[in-house]
Every structure is written in C-alpha cells, then in structure tokens.
C-alpha cells in the first residue's frame, strides 16, 4: 500500500506536512502489503488521534509538530462539549491560548453552604489573578485549527471500530475503520479505513477506543447543565463572578455551579451516586439561585458523564489513552480540561520523541509506559489521590460541607488551594500554617458532628 509508505514525504526531511492529504481506503487487511520496516523505508511514523477535544488536539499539534504524519479523526467539529469551561490561569500561557478566546475572567469566586452561608472563596487572589472562562466549541475549533497548521490532517467523521494487527512486533498497522462526514447534500457517510502505526484514544468519557482495546472501566459521575441568557441587569451580577453550590438539594457527592460566560450563564451540577435524580439535583440548584436568574431564558440543555478515575489499562500494546478516555477528571472540582490538553501534548511529544530517537525503527508498549504513562503518573498522581481524599471527607453529609465551606473562609486555605489550582503546581506551605490548617479542619469537622472516620482520615492525610 504505497499510500503509507509515502517514500517522498517531506517528514523523511524533518518537515511537517503542508497541505493536508486524504488517506486512501484500504479495503481488507489481507490487501496490505507485506510489513516495511518504518526507518528503513523512510517514511514517517503514521498516527491516528481519535476525538478532537482538547487531549486529542494537543495530542496532534505534539505528533505533527514532531514530524508523525498525524490524523485527527473528530466526529463532530461544528459541536461543543457540554462543559462549564474554566480553565486555570496557567493553561493560557502554557498552551499560548489568545486572549481574545476568553468569555469571562472570574475575580470573585463565591462558595455557598446547605444552610447558605456565602464565603467569597477569592480573596486571596493577588493582582492579575482569575480563573478564565471560555466556549469549548471556541476553545476546542481554535485547538483543532493549531494542529491542522502544524501539519495535522483533520478528518471530519465518526470512528467505529480499530482492528489490530495480527502482531505488535511486526510493524504491521492498526486498522482504523471510520464513517467519513457525508459530503454536503448527501445523508450518509462514507465508510473509510486508515493505516497507522500508533493509536492516540482522545474520544472522551464514552470512548469507543478504550471498548476496543479493553482498557477497562472507570465509575463516572453524571453532569447536567442548562445555558441561560440573563437580563443585561442580572448579568451584571454575574460579570466576573462564579458561583459554587454545595449541599443535598443540589448534589448528594458533588456541587451545583453558576458560569459566567460571553451572554449567558452555565449553571449546572453533578453525581455520581445518583444518576437517576440529577434533574431533580438540576432543580435543586435552579432554586437556590432563582432570584438570580428569574427571567432568563434556556438556550441550551446538556449532559454528559465524567470519570472519576483513571482506566486500568492506559496503554495497551500501540494504543494510548489521554484526558476523559482515560479518565484523568479531579474529584472533587470535576477540572478535567486542562489535564485533557497536558496528556494530550505529553503523549504526541513522548510518541514523538521515541519515534525520533529509536534506533529501532518501532514504538513499543513499553516505551509508551515508560515515556507517557509513568511521566504522567508521577507529575500528577498524587493530585488525584490527594482530591479524591478531601471529596471524601468533605462531601460526605450536608455537615461536612458546612465545615468545608468554614474553611474555605481561612485565607490560608484559599492561598493553598489557588496555589495549586491556577498554576498546576504543588503549593509549598509553611509548617506551622499547616498545623494550624489541620487544627482548624478538625475543628470544623467536629463542631459539624462529622468525627471518627473522616478526622481518622485527616489525620492520615496530615502525616502523608
Ligand atoms: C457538564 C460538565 C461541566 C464541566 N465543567 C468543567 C470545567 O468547568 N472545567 C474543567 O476543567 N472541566 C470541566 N468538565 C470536564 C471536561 O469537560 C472534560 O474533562 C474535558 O472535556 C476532557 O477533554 P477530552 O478532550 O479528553 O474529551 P472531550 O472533550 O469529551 O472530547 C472528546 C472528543 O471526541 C469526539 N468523539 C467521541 N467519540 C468519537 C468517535 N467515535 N469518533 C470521532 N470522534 C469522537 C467528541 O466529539 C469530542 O470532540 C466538565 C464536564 C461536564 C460534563
């Protein structure tokens, strides 16, 4: 199949590709040829990203970028992900993300109890400090459109199925079969097959290439969120303010949220225990800000899951899995966009990287582990741990998270937290601060009820 040898590609210079080609279809594998050793044909390394958020087109801008003929297989690229779009301050320079793409940037961050004590959360904030808010079908299209200009080849279409090779050690391709977009004033799609080499799964929390590799399963939470144009007078409210919501009537194990974006508010909520009554939590959290939003109208209803961990298997022989598909969502604030595009970028660069290096002419599951998954794990594991311990402790009971509220009052706490949630990076405190952070979390928690198991658990985390 000369189509994916490409013996005169400019990546045999080192230069990324300038005008996108269409890959040809490959009807059966027994049509293939023979396997070429990938070096000693001089060709690229041939990589197919699956799903075009924010992992997969980080993950394409790194393969293109280092010269892996790359195709990013997005079904929907006019779509937007229901999501509420806050991003760490940290994401815009590291992903050079233009200014113009934000909606709203949020100074004051308000976190409200069960019983509606309202604690302004950002008062720590230094001067500069926001938490930025966008469109993801702004953010995710500006994504795409970068990694198409690094040489990345975008075809819009829905993929179906990944047949692998027969082995790994071959160099024989994955099969990627796919239903290319119907052309304009047509209704169906064409069915179309890719070759590649290596596999990036970036097809979100349902993903299709998690199933065929069998990765594994995660528990999901499921989120809910309505879009609301308000009155330009209660908009105002909202100019650069977000809301969060905790307590019973909005969410058992999660929190209610209120989004300030460009002309209307995300408001929303989210869990995992249960699923079936998130329209009645949905309910909830428009009741307790009902005054706020009275007279808005609804332009859009959305819904979607978000894992609660990471898959067991990430990497499975050439396949990798990045952001939802492999289940890299915080507990706890339900931040997942930013950890979408980092794996995604850290997986492309690492695939690109081995490529580049190897005297072997092959990506190996290995080097895949090795290169991604044990990098990622060691930058970002005990952030995940860490987060799924506090959501444990804090939103167990409507008394947890009154004490959780108390605390987020202590300006010592809220420097910690923004610390590490604007600029991704382990908060480092002062020891005595600390003790007295505990003291101070134990306390509320007692003068809340909530003793034994969770203080236990504090305790375990003070000594960690
Ligand atoms: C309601 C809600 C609110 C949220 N709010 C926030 C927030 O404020 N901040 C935050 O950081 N995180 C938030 N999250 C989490 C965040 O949305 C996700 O973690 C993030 O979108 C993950 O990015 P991704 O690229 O991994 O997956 P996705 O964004 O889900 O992208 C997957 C892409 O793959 C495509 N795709 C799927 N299947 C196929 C297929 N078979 N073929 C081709 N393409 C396919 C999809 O169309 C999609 O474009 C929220 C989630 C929800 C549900």
Redesign the pocket.
């Known amino acids: 199949m000369a189509a994916h040898l490409h013996l005169s590609s400019p990546f045999s210079t080192g230069l990324p590709l300038k005008s996108p080609r269409r890959p040809r279809r490959i009807p059966s594998r027994s049509s293939l040829p023979a396997p070429v050793s990938a070096r000693s044909a001089s060709r690229p390394l041939r990589a197919a990203v ?8 980080s993950a394409a801008e790194a393969l293109a970028g280092g010269g892996v003929e790359t195709y990013l ?4 690229p006019a ?1 937007s ?7 760490p301050l940290c994401m815009l320079d590291e992903f050079s993300i233009p200014a113009h793409l934000v909606d709203r940037r949020v100074t004051g961050m308000r976190i409200l109890s069960p019983s509606n004590l309202a604690v302004d959360f950002s008062r720590s904030f230094r001067p500069g400090e926001h938490i930025p808010m966008l469109r ?1 079908e702004v953010l ?1 299209a500006f994504l795409r459109s970068r990694a198409q200009s690094r040489g990345a080849h975008l075809l819009p ?4 199925s990944l047949e692998p090779p027969s082995s790994l050690s071959s160099g024989e391709p994955y099969l990627i079969h ?1 239903t290319s977009s119907p052309a304009p004033g047509t209704l169906a799609g064409t069915p179309s097959t890719l070759a590649v080499d290596v596999v990036v799964g ?7 290439v998690a199933r065929s590799v069998s990765a594994g399963t995660y528990s999901s939470a499921i ?3 309505e879009r609301i144009r308000l009155p330009p007078e209660k908009m105002a409210h909202y100019e650069d303010l977000a809301e969060i919501y905790v307590g019973s009537d909005v969410s058992p194990d999660f929190y209610g ?1 209120v ?1 300030p974006k460009c002309d209307h508010v ?1 408001v ?1 909520t ?1 869990t995992v225990m249960s699923k079936p009554e998130i329209k009645k939590y949905q309910a909830g959290i428009r009741a307790r800000v009902w005054s706020k939003i009275a007279g808005g109208e609804v332009i859009k209803v ?6 609660e961990h990471p898959r067991p298997r990430r990497v499975v022989g050439r396949v990798a899995l ?5 289940g ?2 915080t507990k706890c ?9 980092k ?2 970028r850290m997986c492309g660069e690492a695939i690109a990287r081995i490529w580049n290096d190897n005297s072997k002419d092959v990506v190996t599951e290995e080097e895949l582990k090795r290169e991604y998954l044990r990098k990622w794990d060691r930058e970002y594991l005990w952030m995940f741990r860490f987060l799924d311990l506090l959501q444990r402790v804090f939103y167990g009971s409507n008394a947890a998270k009154e004490a959780l509220v108390e605390l987020c009052g202590d300006e010592y706490v809220q420097r910690m937290t923004f610390e590490s949630y604007l600029y991704k990076r382990m908060a480092v405190g002062d020891w005595r601060k600390d003790l007295g952070l505990v003291w101070r979390t134990v306390g509320s928690l007692a003068k809340a009820g909530i003793m034994g198991k969770e203080v236990e658990r504090l305790r375990t985390l003070a000594e960690c």
Do not use: M
């Open positions: 699956i799903g075009g958020g924010p992992a997969g087109a297989i997005e079904r929907s779509g992900k229901p999501c509420g779009g806050a991003i993801r995710d279409g829905l993929f179906t796919y970036a097809d979100g929390a349902n993903s299709r989120a809910f969120q949220w989004f995300a929303g989210g959305e819904a979607h899951p978000i894992p990045v952001g939802d598909a492999a890299y969502v604030s339900g931040e997942g966009i930013y950890f979408a595009a794996s995604g």
